[in-house]
Structure formats: structure tokens, C-alpha cells
Antibody
Framework: EVQLVESGGGLVQPGGSLRLSCAAS????????MHWVRQAPGKGLVWVAR????????SHADSVKGRFTISRDNAKNTLYLQMNSLRAEDTAVYYC?????????????WGQGTLVTVSS | DIQMTQSPSSVSASVGDRVTITCRAS??????LAWYQQKPGKAPKLLIY???SLQSGVPSRFSGSGSGTDFTLTISSLQPEDFATYYC?????????FGGGTKVEIK
């Protein structure tokens, strides 16, 4: 069974940093691209970042570029999102998600999400 | 960047009704379109990929159609468990983009 379990969320002050982790199991993690997607309270889904299967290529949404960094450790089956210079508008549930890995960039499995709250 | 526009933003329907949700891309995306269902407090669930392919385990009352810029999700006979919010997503290029969502409510 595919499982994605996020951790690392919490309350942080504006300008602060946080690192999210996503532990993957039930599939060969190193074969799949991965994504982070966020959802502000009561709002829609917003794609944040993606990383290819070996970590050699990444891309980030303009809204987080230069502040957030996606990475992975295939030996530990873990995906990360380093978030720096956090702003109030970064408050959201952050989902770790697996790319379906055939054609197109859609998502077939999602974690349960971890809440990040940026507030003083 | 590609923008996705969904309509309606909400729809009230009864059990057994046929429900149609539309999604428009700001530029052509071939058939690279996915649909997700999300219930309150839960992660999204993939329903349809490549515009019309049903994800494994998803009931056949869900169907998708379209190509280019205009797409449709249809629920042929609404069931109680289908009351949720539905999102489209362009799967053609980065940055990925989701539609604003359509909330299907009980009439």
C-alpha cells in the first residue's frame, strides 16, 4: 500500500524557516517524481514544487522561488521542502504527492497533509 | 503559464442527478487534464487522468471528456458519497495549475 506521511509543520513567525518531510513507503520511491502542493484554509489547491526521480532536476512555483527548496533522499525514501523567509500567505496545509509517472504530470497519491501557520 | 477556469463554482443537486462540471485551459493542453475529488479535511483523490481515463477503483459513474482547451467531468447518477469539491488540473507543463474548484452540494 502506498503511503506518504508528512511531518514538520507548525507555527512559525514571519521571516522564519521550517523544513517539511514526507516519508514514503509501499512503492519504489526512487522511480517516481514527487510534488508538494499546498492549500490555504478554505481555498483551492496550489502546486508548489516538483523534483525528478533522482533529484537532479527541480522546479518551483514563482510564488516560492528563491525561498523554498524541494529535495529528496532516496536512500531514506524521504521527500523534503525547506521553507525560508516565510510569509503569512504561506499559511496552508502542505501535501506531499506522487506523480503518476506515465504520461502527463498528474498525481495519483497524496499524503494527509501537514499544516504550516505563519503568524506572529 | 497556463490558467485553469472551472465552472460552476458550486452546484446543488439531488441523489440520482446527472452533474456536469466544466474546465477551460487558457491555452491548448492536448489531453493532459486530470480531475480530483476532495472531501472536507481529506487529501484530494485522483478520479480521471489524460482527460478521459478512469483511475483504478473509481466508480464508472464518473467520466471525463474533452481536449485542447475545453474539458468536462460528468457524474452520471450522483450518490451520497459524491458530495465533495472537484478540481481540474492541467498536466501538460510546469507550473502545474488547478482550477478553482466546484463544490457539489446537497439540494
Amino acid at each position: 500500500e502506498v503511503q506518504l506521511v508528512e511531518s514538520g509543520g507548525g507555527l512559525v513567525q514571519p521571516g522564519g524557516s521550517l523544513r517539511l518531510s514526507c516519508a514514503a513507503s509501499g512503492f519504489t520511491f526512487s522511480n517516481y517524481w514527487m510534488h508538494w502542493v499546498r492549500q490555504a484554509p478554505g481555498k483551492g489547491l496550489v502546486w508548489v514544487a516538483r523534483i525528478d526521480s533522482d533529484g537532479s532536476s527541480t522546479s518551483h512555483a514563482d510564488s516560492v522561488k528563491g525561498r523554498f527548496t524541494i529535495s529528496r533522499d532516496n536512500a531514506k525514501n524521504t521527500l523534503y521542502l525547506q521553507m525560508n523567509s516565510l510569509r503569512a500567505e504561506d499559511t496552508a496545509v502542505y501535501y506531499c504527492a506522487r506523480d503518476r509517472a506515465y504520461s502527463g504530470y498528474d498525481i495519483d497519491y497524496w499524503g494527509q497533509g501537514t499544516l504550516v501557520t505563519v503568524s506572529s | 503559464d497556463i490558467q485553469m477556469t472551472q465552472s460552476p463554482s458550486s452546484v446543488s443537486a439531488s441523489v440520482g442527478d446527472r452533474v456536469t462540471i466544466t474546465c477551460r485551459a487558457s491555452q491548448g493542453i492536448s489531453s493532459w487534464l486530470a480531475w480530483y475529488q476532495q472531501k472536507p479535511g481529506k487529501a484530494p483523490k485522483l478520479l480521471i487522468y489524460a482527460a478521459s481515463s478512469l483511475q483504478s477503483g473509481v466508480p464508472s459513474r464518473f467520466s471525463g471528456s474533452g481536449s485542447g482547451t475545453d474539458f468536462t467531468l460528468t457524474i452520471s447518477s450522483l450518490q451520497p458519497e459524491d458530495f465533495a469539491t472537484y478540481y481540474c488540473q492541467q498536466a501538460n507543463s510546469f507550473p502545474l495549475a488547478f482550477g478553482g474548484g466546484t463544490k457539489v452540494e446537497i439540494k
